[in-house]
Nanobody, 124 residues
Framework: QVQLVESGGGLVQAGASLRLSCAAS????????MGWFRQAPGKGREFVAA????????GYAGSVKGRFTISRDNAKNTVYLQMVSLKPEDTAVYYC?????????????????WGQGTQVTVSS
């Protein structure tokens, strides 16, 4: 059983940056493709970014490409989401998730383990 704990969320102004972290425990971290998803009030959970087991293959939603960067440190069992040039429409609860595969995928249903989420609020 893998446990995931996100941190790094907060309230920032538009144009600011944040770095989210997701610490994993209870499994072999390098066996898992990892993803970040977000959910805004009244909306479904949407894909943000994902990364394969080694970190050399990543994918992004069109709305964040060029502004967000996903990375991982397998020695620290941690995946990161660096967010720059934040916009009010980025406001959501951000979740990290682990997939029982070394590759990543874009849909939430492909991910087995989920963190509790961290709130990101961007004011205009």
């Amino acid at each position: 059983q893998v446990q995931l704990v996100e941190s790094g969320g907060g309230l920032v102004q538009a144009g600011a940056s944040l770095r989210l972290s997701c610490a994993a425990s209870g499994g072999t971290f390098s066996n898992y493709g990892m993803g970040w998803f977000r959910q805004a009030p009244g909306k479904g959970r949407e894909f943000v970014a994902a990364i394969n087991w080694s970190g050399d293959d990543t994918g992004y939603a069109g709305s964040v490409k060029g502004r967000f960067t996903i990375s991982r440190d397998n020695a620290k069992n941690t995946v990161y989401l660096q967010m720059v040039s934040l916009k009010p429409e980025d406001t959501a609860v951000y979740y990290c998730a682990a997939r029982q595969s070394r590759s990543y995928y874009y849909t939430p249903v492909e991910y087995v383990y989920w963190g509790q989420g961290t709130q990101v609020t961007v004011s205009s």
